[in-house]
């Protein structure tokens, strides 16, 4: 386990890090995660004026949930709002900062600069502010590869291109809700493996909570849980871990290995929710 202090010097593999951890056990995760990729060098904070991470070297990839990201790059420091962003330190030790959602800032020798959603910016190796430019987002290979899951563990995957009805026996969408899945006899959507969880990609266009159920075919009854409050116009992952959902007449019920899902509603309050992926799988060890 990596702590306050502790500098991370990579070779030719990348990895993830939980830069912060919830004390309690809740059903539906969201952290901030810091992955750094293939030769990167870091120092974790908290450092001095609250940055939980120095980037010495190299290239990382930033995905901030609810509170904001300090952190310091070569002679720059920052911030990166919810939402994610790519920091890279060259050889030279200039700095570069795209924004892939949300917004960021940046203040080195140069002067400052504020970069929102698709822009990207940074401060040069001489001392100059990089003049913020769009871009079209797009996940490094390095970082896809990282987060790219064993076929072997993936239970189920909907990413909701073509004709998405065709593929369920129930399929309802609204502004503020998705409904989809499956009966008994038509397999349901998965059957639970012991620590599954259900990775949920999702956007609001107002701040909120997301309210989630699954539906247990194997208990016939329904598991509940809702997200922290999201900020709204920033896709998130949300992480579900069924096995902490609350049945819903609260009878003190837990998911079981081999239970079927057959079916998952997803619903907001107000605003418009989009999703944009939806898996479940079994981590590894």
Known sequence: MLGAGD???????AVEILLTE?????????????ALAPGARATLGPL????????????????VALVPLEFVAGACRGTIRPGAAALEVDRRGGVKLEVH??????????????LKSSQRGGHSAKGK???PRAFAPQTPRWL??????DPRRVLFKESFAGDVAARYEEHASTDRSLRFGNSTPRGGLYRHLPGARVRVRVRLTESGEVAIKLTNLTQKDNFKAASPELKAGVWVVLELRPERFVDAARAGKSVASGDLFGYLDLSVRRGKLEVAEVVAYQPGE
Do not use: M, N, W, Y
């Not at 991370?8 to 593999?13: Q, T």
């Not at 001095?48 to 995905?63: K, P, R, Y």
């Open 101 to 114: 959602a949300g917004g960021a800032s940046l203040e080195g020798p140069g002067g400052k600069q504020s």
């Open 144 to 149: 896809a590869r990282l987060q790219r899951l």
């Open 48 to 63: 001095d004026q609250s940055a939980l991470v120095a980037l010495h070297s190299g290239a990382c990839f930033a995905t």
């Open 22 to 34: 919830a004390s309690e056990r809740p059903a539906v995760e969201l952290e901030t995660r810091l």
């Open 129 to 131: 502010l990089i003049r």
């Open 7 to 13: 500098e991370v010097d990579l070779g030719r593999a």
